[in-house]
């Protein structure tokens, strides 16, 4: 049983800069990774960016050079500072955590309740 709780979506225009935050709470004992995907109308749900607990990050090619993902381990929270923010990048952003969970045989997979961020003139 994890708890996600996002903030910092919003709307902004073309160019233009924002950062989400997601702070992860419940019986973690370590966590795995933490990412963000992003889901727009019509659209499938698809990663933007992920880190493992180690520092390592992935980005998919649309965010690359633009979005910077970090972790703050002993707050158990993930950051996604977004730059020169384009139309496209319009979507519900979703923190997801892959960690394992005391009490859990497994790691265990959760997800935020979504953010919106808007990019438009």
């Known amino acids: 049983q994890v708890q996600l709780v996002e903030s910092g979506g919003g709307s902004v225009q073309p160019g233009g800069s924002l950062r989400l935050s997601c702070a992860a709470s419940?019986?973690?004992?370590?966590?795995?990774?933490m990412g963000w995907y992003r889901q727009a109308p019509g659209n499938q749900r698809e990663l933007a960016a992920v880190?493992?607990?180690?520092?390592?990050?992935n980005y998919a090619d649309s965010v690359k050079g633009r979005f910077t993902i970090s972790m703050d381990n002993a707050k158990n929270t993930v950051y996604l500072q977004m730059n020169s923010l384009k139309p496209e990048d319009t979507a519900v952003y979703y923190c997801?955590?892959?960690?394992?969970?005391?009490?859990?045989?497994?790691?265990?997979?959760?997800w935020g309740q979504g953010t919106q961020v808007t990019v438009s003139s």
């Open positions: 419940g019986s973690i004992l370590k966590i795995n990774t």
């Open positions: 880190i493992v607990s180690g520092g390592t990050t």
């Open positions: 997801n955590v892959d960690a394992i969970i005391r009490g859990f045989v497994a790691p265990v997979r959760s």
